[in-house]
């Protein structure tokens, strides 16, 4: 169902930025906040991003979004090992009546 | 502390039911809305149903609608899932999960289930 499509791997070394796209459309970004999540595996995911760019408490600052028009961005600055994990735009949608998760990326640290 | 608990999960034939619940604590159950997410194996996050905190509304995935029910207990600080016609596609690591403001901001373990005969 998901129509939020993301890139299914980024890499760079460590200390480097990566950023991680989500397009989308008028009837969910383009309308809605967008949140990110962080997976890692075994684990339960964790909300990294709130309403576009805001961060939980205990989020560094190395993580940062923004959205413009029906697309949204995550960047991670000072790219560490610990890092590495799948990470997942969402937005509810609202052709849909529905909550859409990104196709979801995985960061691997060099 | 928010807590999310999961049960309810297992082994359940094609066609089967399976009620999966999720017991809350550490936050005004009443207040919420709450979600259930899932992760089939090898796969993304799949948003599943949701039932608001405001007036028990529901809604669902396409994948699901008509075969899954979302309900709550105010009294129990606990949401349900029923489950049924379940199919192989529904084999999933089931996640119970807290909603603030759209943001899925608290998460339980998760709970397996497996179609499988």
């Known amino acids: 169902q998901s129509v939020l499509t993301q890139p299914p791997s980024v890499s760079a070394a460590p200390g480097e930025k990566v950023s991680i796209t989500c397009s989308g459309g008028s009837s969910n970004i383009g309308l809605h906040l967008v949140c990110w999540y962080q997976h890692f595996p075994g684990t339960a995911p964790r909300l990294l991003i709130y309403q576009v760019h805001k961060r939980p408490s205990g989020i560094p600052d190395r993580f940062s979004a923004s959205k413009s028009g029906t697309s949204a961005t995550l960047d991670i600055t000072g790219l560490q090992t610990g890092d590495e994990a799948d990470y997942y735009c969402?937005?509810?949608?609202?052709?849909?009546?529905?909550?859409?998760f990104g196709t979801g990326t995985k960061v691997t640290v060099l | 502390e928010v807590q999310l608990v999961e049960s309810g999960g297992g082994l359940v034939q094609p066609g089967g039911s399976v009620r999966l619940s999720c017991e809350a604590s550490g936050f005004a159950f009443s207040d919420y809305t709450m979600n259930w997410v899932r992760q089939s194996p090898g796969k993304g996050l799949e948003w599943v149903a949701l039932?608001?905190?405001?007036?028990?509304?529901?809604y669902y995935a396409d994948s699901v609608r008509g075969r899954f029910i979302i309900s709550k207990d105010a009294a129990k600080n606990s949401v349900y899932l029923q489950m049924n016609s379940l199919r192989a596609e529904d084999t999933a690591l089931y996640y119970c999960?807290?909603?603030?403001?759209?943001?899925?901001?608290?998460w339980g373990q998760g709970i397996m289930v497996t179609v499988s005969s």
């Open positions: 999960v807290r909603e603030d403001r759209d943001a899925r901001d608290y």
């Open positions: 969402g937005a509810w949608d609202d052709n849909l009546r529905a909550y859409l």
């Open positions: 039932i608001s905190g405001f007036d028990t509304s529901t």
